[in-house]
Every structure is written in C-alpha cells, then in structure tokens.
C-alpha cells in the first residue's frame, strides 16, 4: 500500500508563490501526478512527473526527489481563482494504472 | 470534444432501491476507474477496469457493483444503496501508458436517506 501525506491547508496572498509538499511510501513508484479540483467540480490534471527533478508549465512547477519520497508543487503569481483544492496522487508498479491519491490540499488565496 | 460523461449528476434515492450511475468516455481509453470522495478522506478508488470483460477491486468496493461490456461504459450499479454511500463519485479513464493522466467526469452527488 501507499501512504501519502499533504497539508490540510494553507492560505497564500495574491501575487505570492506558494509550495504545497506531499511525502509518499510507495514499494513500486511509478509516477506522481497533481491534479487541482475546485469545489464541487472534477480534478484536472496539473503535472507529471517520473524522474526526479523539477519540471515547469507556466506558473506551475512541480518537483520530485525520489530517494526522498519527495514532491512539491510551485504556484508563482497567485491569482485569486487558484483557490481550490490540490490534489497528490502516486501510481505504483503493483497497482498497474490505478492512482493513490492523497487527501488534498485546500489552498485559500486571499486579497 | 474528449470527455468523460456521467449520469446523473444529482441523485437522491432511498435506502434499498437499487440504482446504476453511467459512465462513458469518447477517447478509446482501455483503463477505467470510479472513485467516491467524501470529505476527510479524499479520493478513494471503488472499481477500476484495464480493458472490456476485466474489472477488478479498489480500496472500498464493498457495497458496488460494475461491469465493462464495452469500452466506453463503465456503469456503476449500487444494488441495495444505505446512507453510507452518501458521497459524491467521479469515473475517470485513462490510455495504458504509465504517464497518462487519468479524464474525470464531472462527478455524480449521490444522497441515501
């Protein structure tokens, strides 16, 4: 099984840079993805990443350390609609394409 | 457009009267997969199909039941509902590569009084 860990929440200001972190234990990694759901509505897809290192799109970046069970996901230039909840989840090799995901994290953006 | 349906949106039945909840993608994905998501315990993994005729057992599949006939379809069928099933459930689908993102579908609020 896998265990995956996150912050429950963290409030952020307008225009800042926030990092939200996810710690894993997996016995077969195989990817970690982020996805962000707002209230209410489906999760969409952020990021991807499979080999340690950090991997940029626009004002999201995620990073990964595997030997550290490690991720993070950057948020530069926060805007209000990045209020939302951001979601961790790992494949495994065991578990063929199913995802593990963690409890997700509820970031608030204030004014 | 690629997507990932469901219905119904909205349901609110009683305890006992068996239900099913469609879901169909449009992609020709392979791998297929319902989740409920309460709040507390994020998403959690119900069933999950690699291909037509194959299902297997998520974390909480006690109380579901699914079924893969065809590639697009992934009913899930809840055959006597209790209040515990009270959540909200998404399916998703994915091709079978490991870096493919998994599609969701705009979710199902299901209520069991």
């Known amino acids: 099984g896998q265990n995956i860990d996150q912050p429950t929440e963290m409030t952020a200001t307008e225009g800042a840079i926030v990092q939200i972190n996810c710690t894993y234990q997996t016995s077969g990694f195989n990817g970690l993805f982020w996805y962000q759901q707002h209230a209410g509505e489906a999760p969409t897809f952020l990021s991807y990443?499979?080999?340690?290192g950090l991997e940029e799109k626009g004002r999201f970046s995620s990073f990964l350390s595997r030997s550290k069970g490690y991720s993070y996901l950057l948020l530069k230039e926060l805007q209000m609609k990045d209020s939302a909840s951001y979601l961790c989840a790992v494949r495994d090799i065991d578990s063929g394409y199913a995802l593990n995901f963690g409890k997700g994290t509820s970031l608030l953006v204030t004014p | 457009e690629a997507q990932v349906t469901q219905n119904p949106r909205y349901l609110i039945t009683v305890t006992g009267k068996k239900l099913t909840v469609t879901c169909s993608q449009n992609?020709?994905?392979?791998?297929m997969s319902w989740y409920r998501q309460d709040p507390g315990l994020g998403l959690r993994q119900i069933y999950y199909?690699?291909?037509?005729?194959?299902?297997d057992k998520g974390d909480v599949p006690e109380g579901y039941k699914v079924s893969r006939k065809e590639k697009r379809n992934f009913p899930l069928i809840l055959e006597s509902p209790s209040p515990n099933q009270t959540s909200l459930y998404f399916c998703?689908?994915?091709?079978?590569?490991?870096?493919?993102?998994?599609?969701f579908g705009p979710g199902t609020r299901l209520t069991v009084t």
């Open positions: 199909s690699m291909n037509v005729e194959v299902t």
């Open positions: 992609m020709n994905h392979e791998y």
């Open positions: 998703a689908s994915s091709g079978q590569s490991s870096s493919y993102e998994q599609y």
């Open positions: 990443n499979v080999l340690d």
